[in-house]
């Protein structure tokens, strides 16, 4: 809180008080005239009102018609516009003088070095190609994977290949079910993309896509999986890419 708020309750409080105090003075008086309790409450809030409302008018008027003019009057005086300099530049002086400390203050703090500041910007531009790759390759997996099976089965789709771009063993999945018009070398070759997207090796993509097909490629090892995943056949519905654009 500054000094001029609190001014202004102080100011405040004095008044309050002084109009309270005319009150009581305002019930003592009806009370010696020989009036009931009754009546002198009503002088006292009477009084209290009254002398409230005078206050808030008598400010008003002066802050909104007396003020000004008065203000007016005495800048014509060449020692008044001096003084009202002086006081600009005493609360512009006030206003920077925090901010000021707070700068004294940052420039204590001990600054990165460069490398520090090489490593967090490669960490970072880093962390923006990785994420950048993900979107490709999910873009890629819903275009591809829409026609051949539901929303639901695709949004979990997603979510574990999600997971599989930031480890080469994800967590236990619950297998996705697809259009039977796949056949296991669509799926072959939809693993072998996406892992090659992502640089995996080959063991870890037929892994994940026998664990995440698991319906569709129950009757196929992994070995097999890793060993075929890359080859061409002559007719499948999903072909092979050298890089997911």
């Known amino acids: 809180m500054n000094k001029r708020h609190t001014e202004y309750i102080a100011l405040y409080l004095f008044v309050f008080g ?39 008018s008598l400010q008003m008027t002066l802050n909104e018609l007396l003020l000004p003019r008065m203000e007016k009057f005495l800048m014509r005086f060449p020692a008044f516009q001096k003084l009202e300099e002086v006081v600009v530049v005493a609360e512009a002086t006030a206003i920077v003088a925090e901010p000021t400390e707070e700068v004294a203050i940052n420039e204590t703090t001990p600054q990165p070095t460069e490398y520090e500041v090489l490593r967090a910007s490669a960490i970072a531009e880093r962390e923006r190609a990785s994420q950048a790759k993900l979107e490709r390759v999910l873009d890629y997996t819903k275009q591809t994977m829409v026609a051949y099976m539901s929303e639901a089965e695709l949004d979990r789709l997603c979510g574990y290949i999600t997971e599989y771009s930031l480890g080469d063993t994800p967590r236990e999945v619950s297998p996705v079910s697809v259009d039977s018009t796949l056949k296991s070398i669509d799926l072959m070759h939809f693993g072998w993309n996406i ?20 319906h569709a490629l129950r009757d196929i090892e992994v070995s ?17 890419y050298g890089e997911i654009a």
């Open 18 to 56: 002084a109009i309270l105090l005319f009150g009581v003075l305002a019930r003592k008086f009806v009370l010696v005239k020989g009036y009931d309790e009754f009546s002198s409450a009503v002088a006292f809030f009477a009084t209290v009102v009254v002398l409230s409302a005078l206050y808030i």
């Open 195 to 214: 892992g090659k997207a992502f640089g995996k090796k080959r063991i870890h993509t037929a892994t994940f896509i026998k664990n995440v097909f698991a």
């Open 224 to 240: 097999t999986i890793e060993r075929k995943m890359s080859h061409t056949e002559s007719e499948c519905r999903i072909k092979l």
